[in-house]
Each structure stands twice: as C-alpha cells, then as structure tokens.
C-alpha cells in the first residue's frame, strides 16, 4: 500500500516491527509503546529485552507526524502524540 512503512522498533523484542500509514499519520506501534491510563509508555521493563534499544525505538518514531497510536496493549490513543512520546523520551532519560 502505498504511503505505509515498515519501521524497526526493536527493544521489546529482537526484530520487533511497527507499521506506519503515512497519510492516515497513523502508527501501529503494536508493542513499541503500550496506552497505560490514558497515556503512552514504554511496555514494562521487566518485559522489555532491551530498554535502551526501546528508548531509541520511541525515539524514531516520535520524530514521526503522528495523529493516532495503535497499541496492542491498552488501544488507541489521539491527540497530543508528539507530547506524549517527548514526555516518555525526557522520564527515560533520566533513568
């Protein structure tokens, strides 16, 4: 389909992909970050191989026009992308 990438979002699990249908700005991170009370995160870290690598992964993507996330766990998020994934980069960094 033209307009949609696969993009390498690996940290949870070696390999790991996400789908990102540019026209829609639309990304399905499947497991590249997880909507936990509303807002994304990073999957648990005790499930997570290799956190740095998942950071790096948020990374790429949050540099992404995106309107909506489509997470394996806990759904669909809109609105503040952007905000959201720079939230999540700045807490891991100081981790």
């Known amino acids: 389909m033209p307009g949609t ?8 699990m070696p390999g790991h992909a996400s789908i990102y249908l540019e026209a829609r700005k639309t990304m399905i991170a499947a497991e590249a970050v997880v909507c936990e009370n509303g807002t994304l995160d990073i999957a648990n870290p005790h499930y997570t191989l290799d956190l740095r690598e998942a950071v790096a992964s948020v990374n790429k993507i949050a540099h992404l026009a995106i309107d909506t996330v489509i997470c394996y766990h806990g759904g669909v998020v809109a609105g503040d992308i952007r905000q959201q994934l720079d939230r999540l980069l700045r807490r891991y960094e100081k981790e």
């Open 5 to 12: 990438r696969i993009v390498h979002t690996p940290g949870h």
